[in-house]
């Protein structure tokens, strides 16, 4: 039997990750925010001056790669988050508790993260790579056949650009996996769990 105790502290715990969960997505939107606007400036600079957009080559995929190491990181952290309630705080709730299903079991959870996944993923890959792929296009032509400083900053431009697409797909397969995990619990499926001491 679960005493009363270990609910309460289960309790504090299931806040205050409720409250990191907050302050991570509050914290990702400011990157994007960030990165949105410096993205904006350096393009409205580089359309000027013709040596810092082919700067912009290799600055402009380095910001959006830090972007979504970020981004992805607090995902992939709130996932963890909700796996944990899932699968370890709520074994020591009271029954009472128990019994209140968790938003990140119910059917609800799962039709909107089966919907919001794959397109969080193209926007992502729209917001992330895009600005990349455009000032490569704004810095064309390329020589290929002299290769120079800006063929070069294309290269390492492209390897970053492709890293960013990486990050951003291994997120959503690891967030992914978790959620199917968590879906496939028997509390999600109504299934009687046999729970030590219940």
Known sequence: MIDSEASRIALEYYRALRKEIIARFQM?????????????????????DAK???????????????????VAHHS??????????????????????RDVKMFYLSKV???HTTHILLTLFCSQIAL????PIFVAILNWPYDFKIW???ETLLAVGTALTFF?????????????????????LPERNGEAV????A
């Open 148 to 150: 120079g400083e800006k």
């Open 28 to 48: 990702r939107d400011r990157i994007l925010l960030a990165y949105l606007t410096a993205i904006g400036v350096l393009l409205g600079l580089g359309t000027q």
């Open 164 to 184: 960013t697409a990486w990050r951003a797909w291994s997120s959503l397969r690891y967030r992914s996996g978790v959620m199917k995990r968590l879906f496939a």
């Open 52 to 70: 810092l957009l082919d700067s912009l080559l290799v600055l402009i995929p380095f910001l959006s790669f830090g972007a979504c190491t970020m």
């Open 109 to 111: 959870a799962q039709e």
């Open 76 to 97: 992939d952290q709130v996932t963890a988050y909700y796996q944990y309630f899932c699968t370890e705080l709520q074994p020591s709730l009271s029954p009472r508790d």
């Open 194 to 197: 046999k729970r030590e001491g």
């Open 128 to 131: 992330l790579c895009g600005p």
